[in-house]
């Protein structure tokens, strides 16, 4: 009985065409694979590991004329396209089968991009199918107006757009005042005439007193006539004492959710369009609204905002000016504090509780009573018929 002593023994060879070749492949028991050399060599060699002396009676060596996977040629020694996914003609090198999108005898044409997912035939290049709105056998043709698809062959509508609807022989629009899916819906109730968009249903003009794609939208109340823009809602003009896009805003001089309250008493009759509070006030008002009086001891009859005088008439202290300077003693004193700024001739001192050196002609300084022009004076009993000093001078 005869027996293969060489399978699967150690074996070796010249040059390995690649590991897909290997010389273990000539001893495997396989016929599908074998083993190859590198191309032109001039001594080809194979050897196998027997480990003993064998008594060998025959040798049985099958051939295989095809190339290997991935080449042709007439020796084999060609490499298919890489497009080919290494599949190829043994003897032209031409693709047996080409990757999808691509088409011609080595796929390196590429399918129309109007082809579909599948790509295209590989010989002729005809699309297997179209993209959705498209026919013809490269698919470069669109289908008819309103053609959601339609036949590859012929272009004729087999389904319509939203907006359209088969008449029997292609897709027509919608007919007025209707659009949507089959033209089954009507048009919103406040499209001016009925009319809108086939497709989408946005109306194309608006009734008087609405607004917005689909008209749903109220003009504001406070537009003249309820009249604003279709698109924007704008107003086109406003009522009398409004203003701004949408006539919400009050003019100047005017307040409150009605704009109908005005802004007397602040300055320039310019307020907040709230709720009415003034930014600045007219002279001698003051408070949030300005509707309150500046005291008549003010100098000037001016205050600030919370009432507060800016300084007071002399001979007046305190906040409001509502305080008498020490009487007799001072003609003027501190606005706050009610220290004395001046005195009544022949005094001098912080309350002008102190008098004057005789020998002063014309009075002393209020803080320490000395005199410049030292000279005999009598000062008169009556304060009121008196001239005032101020820091001890002359007024």
Known sequence: MKKNIMLGRPTIQEN??????????????????FSKVQEREHSVWWRVRLKRYQAITDINITMDTACAFGTYGKDCNLLCPSECHNTCNKDSGQCDQCPVGFTGEFCNVTCSKFCGANGCDKISGQCFQCNSGLWSQDCSRFCPKGCNSCQRETGHCRDCYSGYIYNGTTCVQCPARFHGESCTLSCGLNCKAGLCDHENGRCIDCKHGYFGDYCHENCS????????????????HCEIGHHGEQCTRCDRGYFGEECKSTCNYCKLQVCNNVNGT????????????????????????????NGECVSCRNGRYGLQCELLCPPIKCSACDKESGVCLECHLGRYGSECTEY?????????????????????????????????????KMC
């Open 356 to 392: 004057c050196p005789s020998e002063c002609r014309n009075g002393c300084l209020i803080n320490n009573g000395s005199c410049e022009n030292k000279a005999v004076t009598t000062f008169p009993s009556k304060i009121s018929d008196t001239p005032k000093f101020k820091n001890g």
């Open 16 to 33: 390995s065409y690649a590991s897909l070749f290997n010389s273990t492949k000539a001893v495997d028991g396989s016929i599908e694979t």
């Open 221 to 236: 109340e406070k537009c003249l006539n309820f009249s604003c823009s279709a698109t924007t809602g704008h107003c086109s």
């Open 278 to 305: 003034c930014f600045e006030c007219e002279k001698g008002k003051y408070g949030s609204f300005c509707n309150q009086t500046c005291s008549s001891q003010c100098a000037n009859r001016t205050c600030h905002r």
